[in-house]
């Protein structure tokens, strides 16, 4: 009986990133510990795909999505939990429109996501992953400073007044 040296074997990740770097060269991607980093795509590591950029890009797209609909609570909170109008009160007019620029720009690229789901094409996965890539090392210090912002930093002195109904925020 032949016995196996787990030390010997390939991880899964091991294996899965042997087949990002072909397409890295490829393609001209960002590198896997970066990209990974961005948007864990490690996560699909176990999964048998001839379609590895589209099961990339679809993983991206996924965060994409959810940092869009998180800005879009922002700028327009009329269905947002009631602690988010505290939070949201700590924007100034520069930081709302640096979030209505990124959120413009990612909402293309949902849309062209979707494009992609409907007409494969592995260059144009490439291509959307290095764009969004590239725009979220663009934008991610943006993000980062106006959720410190609205979290425990950077609180903004709010006028009160006093009504029959207790304290409002003018």
Do not use: Q
Not at 53 to 73: G, M, N, P
Not at 143 to 167: A, C, H, P, Q, T
């Amino acid at each position: 009986m032949e016995e196996t040296n787990p030390l010997n074997e390939e991880s899964d990740l091991e294996i899965f990133k042997k087949d990002y770097n072909a397409f890295k060269n490829k393609y001209n991607l960002p590198e896997f510990s970066k990209l990974n980093e961005l948007f864990e795509i490690e996560d699909i590591e176990n999964c048998e795909t001839e379609f590895l950029l589209r099961k990339i890009r679809k993983l991206i797209a996924d965060k994409l999505s959810a940092y869009l609909r998180f800005i879009e609570v922002i700028l327009n909170p009329a269905n947002a939990p009631m602690f988010f109008f505290r939070l949201i009160k700590k924007l100034e007019e520069e930081d709302r429109k640096k979030l209505n620029e990124v959120y413009e720009e990612f909402g293309n690229l949902e849309v062209y996501a979707v494009r992609l789901d409907l007409d494969y094409n592995e260059e144009k996965e490439a291509e959307f992953i290095k764009k969004l890539f590239y725009k979220f090392e663009e934008v991610k210090k943006d993000i980062l400073k106006i959720v410190e912002k609205m979290g425990n930093g950077g609180d903004r002195k709010v006028d009160r007044e006093r009504s029959y109904f207790g304290w409002l925020e003018i």
